[in-house]
């Protein structure tokens, strides 16, 4: 009776979650539709690939989308640790969203193009609009995050650091600007992630994998 009420409960989980994908996508969908009836472009361009629409090399922006997939990895990680290790979740939903600022910032342009152009906000303060969320949420859990064991967290920072100094020098002066530029951040992002991965795969191993919307998940019943 226990057993067919839990497997009742875990199939509305499962059609929860599908329905709020659904509707999610709905959303998104319906918000691009407006707006191409207010503007004057093609709808396909909200949803073609841009090297197909604009005729560009397939290839090119390579190591920015590695790094937009690098950041989802970390967000991904951290909404399922919410979920799956109850201990740190607060910490892991915390940095995991941050993940996905920063992935969709790069996706979107954000702070080079979008706020600068559309919002009136200079990229600077935007670079430090994050410095001051990061730094706050290291404060936030200070005493999860000090250690030898975090060093990989620190060197991200560092490499990120790095990469918005040469952002701002002149390019004329230093010429391979973008190649550091880009090698740092992307650098960054790949060991941020790493942390992340690695930190959360300690959580799960300490414990058997529980989550408040479906319970204890088994070999069996595991997603």
Not at 9 to 35: D, E, G, R
Request: proline share 3%; net charge neutral; aromatic share 16%.
């Amino acid at each position: 009776m226990d057993k067919g009420r839990d497997q009742g409960k875990y199939i509305l989980s499962l059609f929860s979650i599908a329905l709020i994908v659904f509707m999610c996508t709905m959303i998104l969908i319906s918000f691009v539709v407006a707006v191409e009836l207010r503007g004057s472009n093609d709808i396909a361009l909200y949803f073609r690939d841009p090297a197909t629409t604009y005729n560009y090399w397939p290839t090119a922006g390579l190591f920015s989308y590695i790094g937009i997939f690098v950041l989802t990895t970390a967000a991904v990680i951290g909404v399922f640790s919410f979920f799956y290790a109850p201990q740190e979740n607060s910490l892991h939903l915390s940095f995991g969203l941050f993940s996905l600022i920063l992935a969709l910032d790069d996706l979107f342009l954000f702070h080079e193009a979008l706020a600068p152009r559309w919002l009136g906000v200079l990229e600077t303060n935007i670079f430090l609009t994050y410095a001051i969320i990061a730094l706050a949420l290291i404060v936030r859990h200070l005493s999860s995050l000090v250690g030898k064991a975090h060093f990989g967290l620190y060197l991200s920072i560092v490499f990120l650091a790095a990469s918005i100094f040469v952002d701002k020098l002149d390019p004329e002066i230093f010429s391979y600007r973008i190649v550091f530029e880009d090698g740092f951040k992307l650098t960054g992002y790949v060991l941020w992630s790493s942390y992340w991965v690695r930190r959360a795969g300690r959580a799960f191993s300490s414990r058997p994998l529980t989550s408040p919307v479906l319970g204890r998940v088994d070999g069996r019943s595991a997603l």
